[in-house]
């Protein structure tokens, strides 16, 4: 299989940091997505990275370890909007384009 | 605004009806997703369609088809409905669906939220 493993749910502090872990399953693997979603809508489209290393985009940065088979998402300075459902989806490419979803990491921001 | 559209956004209907869920995806995507999401639960994948034919299956159930048309919009078919069937039902395109790289970035529709009473 290609179980794609994260928490199923974090708490953090407006103004915060916070990593959001993923792991995935190396064999055939093309590359990773991360997508957000809040409650009731649809998951939106946050970054990919097929290259080891990290991805920057505003308050959002993305880490890849391609030997390692793991992830993770980094946000910076916390908002309560970041209050979302967060997800993983790893490439493979045996999958004929389809990327496989991990169940997702609900993340709350207090106040 | 994905580029994605579904129709309906909401439907209500009763166990043993069957229902037609429809999705166009973003100009020039070819690949087209459905993924089916109950309260609190991850995305469930169906079942996917490349321009016209079906390449991948997931945890569909046999009372489930789908189609996917000449113009490229896709259709999901649910009949004998049972309660549990009531989810979020989503649908996604990508620009082509096969394997590589940043062009199988999945758009969402905003999706049909299906209630079966």
């Known amino acids: 299989g290609q179980n794609i493993d994260q928490p199923t749910e974090m708490t953090a502090t407006e103004g915060a940091i916070v990593q959001i872990n993923c792991t995935y399953q190396?064999?055939?693997?093309?590359?990773l997505f991360w997508y957000q979603q809040h409650a009731g809508e649809a998951p939106t489209f946050l970054s990919y990275?097929?290259?080891?290393g990290l991805e920057e985009k505003g308050r959002f940065s993305s880490f890849l370890s391609r030997s390692k088979g793991y992830s993770y998402l980094l946000l910076k300075e916390l908002q309560m909007k970041d209050s979302a459902s967060y997800l993983c989806a790893a490439l493979y490419n045996t999958n004929a384009g389809k990327s496989t979803f991990g169940d997702g990491t609900t993340l709350t921001v207090k106040p | 605004d994905s580029g994605v559209t579904q129709t309906p956004k909401h439907l209500i209907t009763a166990t043993g009806q069957r229902v037609t869920l429809r999705c166009s995806p973003r100009s020039g995507d070819l690949s087209v997703y459905w993924y089916q999401q109950s309260l609190d639960q991850g995305l469930q994948f169906l079942i996917q369609?490349?321009?016209?034919?079906?390449?991948a299956k997931g945890n569909i159930l046999e009372r489930f088809s789908a189609q996917q048309f000449p113009d490229l919009h896709s259709e999901l078919n649910l009949s004998s409905l049972e309660l549990g069937d009531s989810a979020l039902y989503f649908c996604?395109?990508?620009?082509?669906?096969?394997?590589?790289?940043?062009?199988?970035?999945?758009?969402f529709g905003p999706g049909t939220r299906l209630l079966v009473l």
């Open positions: 190396t064999s055939g693997f093309n590359g």
């Open positions: 996604a395109s990508t620009l082509l669906g096969m394997s590589g790289g940043s062009e199988e970035t999945q758009y």
């Open positions: 990275n097929v290259l080891d």
């Open positions: 369609y490349y321009n016209g034919e079906e390449r």
